[in-house]
């Protein structure tokens, strides 16, 4: 009986602990990357939406250039005037990263198709425009 066991067991850990490093699906329906594959993204593609969900004062003292500040208070469960486009690229942001999970699984139960999460802005190297 352990001789099969074990044999099973094996299989088990390597098939069940499958997962990828980097530009993972999150379950909530967005993709979550690293900041820098975040800064790549935004050299590559040119249709898209930089979105910071921290608050409008945290907003002014320093944000990611072109930035849109649409707090995740703000974000529920009516539509966002400022987001008219659903499938358009939105690439989401906060301080650290707690927040911008948060905004990320309510712009897809929202509807929003092309979400993905980038972390906080403590860990952006590039420019800050106040």
Avoid at 80 to 109: F, H, M, W
Wanted: overall charge neutral.
């Amino acid at each position: 009986m352990k001789i099969k066991l074990i044999p099973m067991l094996l299989a088990l850990l390597f098939t069940g602990c499958t997962f990828p490093l980097t530009d993972k699906n999150n379950s909530n329906g967005y993709k979550q990357i690293s900041m820098d594959d975040a800064v790549k993204l935004m050299e590559k593609e040119s249709n898209y939406i930089i979105l910071d969900v921290r608050c409008p004062d945290e907003f002014a003292q320093g944000h990611i250039s072109g930035a849109l500040n649409v707090p995740n208070e703000n974000i529920g469960t009516g539509e966002i005037p400022e987001l008219t486009d659903k499938n358009q690229l939105i690439l989401v942001y906060c301080r650290s990263g707690r927040r911008s999970k948060e905004a990320s699984a309510k712009l897809v139960k929202l509807g929003y198709k092309n979400i993905v999460e980038f972390g906080g802005i403590l860990d952006w190297t590039g420019q800050i425009e106040k």
